[in-house]
Nanobody, 114 residues
Framework: VQLQASGGGLVQAGGSLRLSCAASGTRFSLNAVGWYRQAPGKQREVVARISSVRETYYADAVKGRFTISRDITKNALYLQMNSLKPEDTATYYC?????????WGQGTLVTVSS
């Protein structure tokens, strides 16, 4: 299983970005998936998740601004990020959990300038 995250970049506060994660060797539609982030000097934290029974979860800090989704036909996972804030600056990682273990993408850097 390999996950490849993309879509990060530099954006001004209030702007939007959409992160994408492509998977090989597995299907996003069959497993629990999510996005995490890690800011410099801080621990990795969950941003949003979709469980294996399609329940969604959002961290309080991103509720109402971020949307997690997956495209079954493209086997892709997305994170639409709107109204970005400087405190959203971090490296974002896609994550997948299946019966064989837990898998991580390589991370994509999001920088929000004030």
């Amino acid at each position: 299983v390999q996950l490849q995250a993309s879509g990060g970049g530099l954006v001004q506060a209030g702007g939007s970005l959409r992160l994408s994660c492509a998977a090989s060797g597995t299907r996003f539609s069959l497993n629990a998936v999510g996005w995490y982030r890690q800011a410099p000097g801080k621990q990795r934290e969950v941003v949003a998740r979709i469980s294996s029974v399609r329940e969604t979860y959002y961290a309080d800090a991103v509720k109402g601004r971020f949307t997690i989704s997956r495209d079954i036909t493209k086997n892709a996972l997305y994170l639409q990020m709107n109204s970005l804030k400087p405190e959203d600056t971090a490296t974002y990682y896609c994550n997948l959990i299946k019966h064989t273990g837990e898998y991580w993408g390589q991370g994509t850097l999001v920088t929000v300038s004030s």
